[in-house]
């Protein structure tokens, strides 16, 4: 079974300074993590993913994660906060092998960027 | 290549109707799998389909039910609605290859039932 926590309901942050939302995983087999976010009234929309290979990922509008095995995180950060950045943002997991590729969502961090 | 699409958008139904729900995958995709958005609960796996058959089923009672088509498009009913099954209901489709599964999901943009 896999489960994701993600710590901080809400996050603020100016805009231009670094944007720091946690997430640590738990998986019985090797993990698949993903980040979505979601903007007002619409679907998810994918940030980035880990599979396998390179540790650091980078994604989409400036944001990159880093799977870190040994500390069971997945943290996704951007340099510089941009207005555009506020939405709400979901960690997700899935097993790597058949039968485990339900992806299992985070409870959200809702990302606030302040002028 | 058009994404995603679940209709309708927006609905408003009475305690004890029942609703259905359509979602088409994005074009080659044949895995279509549902999820259940509320402030409280967050996002709740309800189930996949893949090639017509249920292949994972989540922990929904059983007044929630789908079915996929030939097509790979996808419907959801509910039932007997209750006042808590108001909430956006998402579709995401994948294409899973055969031994190899990328998990990622390609979501539409939601059906937001309000039951009253």
């Known amino acids: 079974a896999q489960s994701v926590t993600q710590l901080g309901s809400h996050v603020s942050v100016s805009e231009g300074a670094l944007v720091l939302l946690r997430c640590n995983y738990s998986s019985s087999v090797p993990p698949y993590l993903f980040w979505y976010v979601q903007y007002p009234n619409q679907g998810l929309q994918l940030l980035l993913k880990y599979t396998t290979g390179a540790t650091l990922v980078k994604g989409i509008n400036g944001f990159e994660a880093e799977f870190k095995k040994s500390e069971t995180s997945f943290h996704l950060t951007k340099p510089s906060a941009h207005m555009s950045d506020a939405a709400e943002y979901f960690c997700?997991?899935?097993?790597?092998?058949?039968?485990?590729?339900?992806?299992?969502f985070g409870t959200g961090t809702r990302l606030t960027i302040i002028p | 290549k058009a994404g995603v699409t679940q209709t309708p958008r927006y609905l408003i139904k009475t305690r004890g109707q029942q609703v259905t729900l359509s979602c088409s995958p994005i074009?080659?995709?044949?895995?279509v799998s549902w999820y259940q958005q509320t402030p409280g609960q967050g996002l709740q796996f309800l189930f996949e389909y893949f090639s017509e058959t249920q292949r994972n089923k989540g922990n929904f009672p059983g007044r929630f039910s789908g079915r996929q088509f030939s097509n790979s498009r996808s419907e959801m009913n509910v039932s007997t609605l209750e006042l808590g099954d108001s909430a956006l209901y998402l579709c995401a489709s994948r294409n899973p290859t055969t031994g190899r599964n990328t998990g990622e999901l390609f979501f539409g943009e939601g059906s937001r039932l309000t039951v009253l």
């Open positions: 997700a997991v899935s097993g790597s092998n058949f039968g485990n590729e339900k992806l299992t």
């Open positions: 074009s080659g995709h044949r895995s």
